[in-house]
């Protein structure tokens, strides 16, 4: 079992900055491939950023390239996703996942004017 907490959410305004974070405990945080998802009230979850085990290899969805970044720290065994520039639209429930198997409870983001 790997289990998984998010902090780092909260309310701010279109333009502004967040950086979550996901910690891990359990089993090595080192061996997993990282995510994170977001879900929008009345949507479905979507994915919006990995990392690989080892952090050479990332992805990002469509919506968010060149305003989040995800990077992880291996001896901190935590997982981080800088938002820049957000967006009315990036409102939602961010979780974590290990592995796209183990999943955290969610931090809430809300971007309103």
């Known amino acids: 079992q790997v289990q998984l907490v998010e902090s780092g959410g909260g309310l701010v305004q279109p333009g502004d900055s967040l950086r979550l974070s996901c910690a891990a405990s359990g089993r090595t945080f080192s061996n997993y491939a990282m995510g994170w998802f977001r879900q929008a009230p009345g949507k479905e979850r979507e994915f919006v950023a990995g990392?690989?085990?080892?952090?050479?290899?990332?992805k990002f969805a469509d919506s968010v390239k060149g305003r989040f970044t995800i990077s992880r720290d291996n001896a901190k065994n935590t997982l981080y996703l800088q938002m820049n520039s957000l967006k009315i639209e990036d409102t939602a429930v961010y979780y974590c996942?290990?592995?796209?198997?183990?999943w955290g409870q969610g931090t809430q983001v809300t971007v309103s004017s």
């Open positions: 990392i690989s085990a080892g952090g050479g290899a990332i």
């Open positions: 996942t290990a592995g796209f198997r183990f």
